[in-house]
């Protein structure tokens, strides 16, 4: 099966949409941003407080580009449109991916250890067969370890609409 980036965007959506109403809300980005520190429990406050930050930042970009009829919350159609307009979303993706896998790596040694990864992506939403085969692919160390550049980098890679081979690809499906 070949993925796109409608197939990326779709899961982003879903993950995103936590109560499930069809639609993203800023209630949604704060509920995500709440189980995701909730399980970064060795990230001190600046990590949170950045994470935090991102996670507002998403919801702002995603309302202010994308709702069209602005009644304060954002389609599946009106989303979608994220991907023909990734100019709009880099800074909001690049903030997002660094205050992620910061958080992952609490101890500053630059590399984020399986267990924490997968706590932080279990919290997002993603399933766990799909988290292992992501860390697998971005090619842990001996002490199965990746980089925190490699997962920042991979979540920007993620959202880029003309990057159809990319890690996270392992996350849809």
Request: proline residues 5%.
């Amino acid at each position: 099966m070949t993925v796109t980036a409608e197939d990326r965007v779709k899961v982003v959506f879903e993950l995103f949409d936590v109560d499930h109403s069809g639609f993203l809300e800023g209630s949604d980005f704060t509920a995500m941003s709440d189980r995701v520190e909730q399980v970064a429990d060795g990230s001190g406050p600046e990590a949170k407080s950045a994470l935090r930050a991102s996670f507002a930042k998403w919801w702002t970009t995603v309302e202010r580009e994308l709702d069209a009829n602005r009644d304060g919350k954002v389609s599946y159609d009106e989303f979608t449109a994220c991907v023909l307009s990734p100019e709009k979303f880099d800074d909001t993706v690049t903030d997002f991916a660094h205050a992620l896998s910061a958080l992952g790596d609490p101890d500053g040694d630059g590399l984020i250890e399986r267990p924490l990864f997968t706590a932080l992506m279990l919290a997002i939403g993603f399933s766990p067969a799909n988290i292992d085969a992501l860390f697998d692919v971005f090619g842990p160390d001996a002490e199965d370890r990746i980089a925190v550049s490699v997962w920042s980098d991979g979540i920007v890679d993620y959202y880029h609409p003309t990057k159809p081979d990319v890690a996270g690809n392992y996350l849809v499906g």
